[in-house]
């Protein structure tokens, strides 16, 4: 009987799929990312293999090498992979929402809880911190879309602190490839079970309008809804 391939087995491939899909991205992007890949792993065996030598313990030192190339090489690709991610992503309606939902620390993101026909938006997320509104657009128009969402959940926020953050290219806005970063560092002033509790109350509140999930290409405009008719 043949024996049926393990879990393990039917993942690796996936995974190497996936990491070939990432690296032709990648090449597209940033030519010189995965020479800088191959130059950063290829260094780190070099190093390694000398300092093996220096202290007469080659035959220890090449195994170590390997690993250690084959770990820096996975880091410096993860790493270039994430800064074309954003380089994509930048500019695109919906880029920061799609940011937040990879930020760890168990956030919940409401992508569009504001906007305008300008695709100008403002997103919600809920955490350790409490409530992060974050906006995309130009300040001169974000500016009333925060203050009427932050005024708007106010009362189900009760005492909670609600934060507003600018993703932009403006002067005091915050660059797209910096949101994650800029919501690591806010302060933890919410336990497990109250974020719950926040999340539930704010998650009853009516929608103001309904928008099309993830990044959006450039140029798109919010349809216009249907006209009144007319006797």
């Known amino acids: 009987m043949s024996k049926k391939p393990t879990d393990g087995a039917q993942e690796r491939p996936g995974r190497l799929k996936q990491i070939r899909m990432v690296a032709q991205v990648l090449k597209q992007a940033d030519p010189k990312a ?3 890949v191959f130059a950063a792993a290829l260094g780190s065996l070099v190093v390694v293999i000398l300092i093996g030598l220096l202290i007469d313990q080659l035959w220890f030192f090449i195994p170590l090498g390997i690993l250690v190339a084959i770990a820096v090489g996975m880091i410096t690709f993860g790493q270039l992979a994430q800064r074309a991610q954003y380089k994509v992503i930048a500019g695109q309606p919906g880029a920061a929402a799609a940011i937040m939902k990879n930020t760890r620390g168990g ?3 409401t992508e569009a809880v504001a906007g305008n026909r300008n695709l100008d938006m403002v997103h919600r997320a809920v955490g350790r911190p409490g409530v992060v509104l974050v ?3 130009p300040s001169s128009r974000v500016g009333p879309l925060l203050g009427a969402e932050k005024k708007r959940i106010s009362r189900a926020a009760q005492q909670v602190p609600i934060y507003d953050v600018q993703v932009g290219t403006e002067e005091g806005q915050v660059p797209v490839d910096k949101l994650q970063r800029h919501l690591m560092k806010l302060p933890r002033n919410l336990t497990k079970a109250q974020v719950s509790e926040l999340n539930g109350r704010l998650q009853a509140l009516p929608r103001n309008m309904q928008m099309p999930k993830g990044p959006m290409p450039r ?9 009144p008719k007319t006797r």
């Open 135 to 137: 906006s995309e657009g």
């Open 107 to 109: 956030w919940t993101v």
């Open 219 to 227: 140029g798109a405009r919010m349809p216009k809804g249907p006209k």
């Open 34 to 36: 995965l020479p800088i």
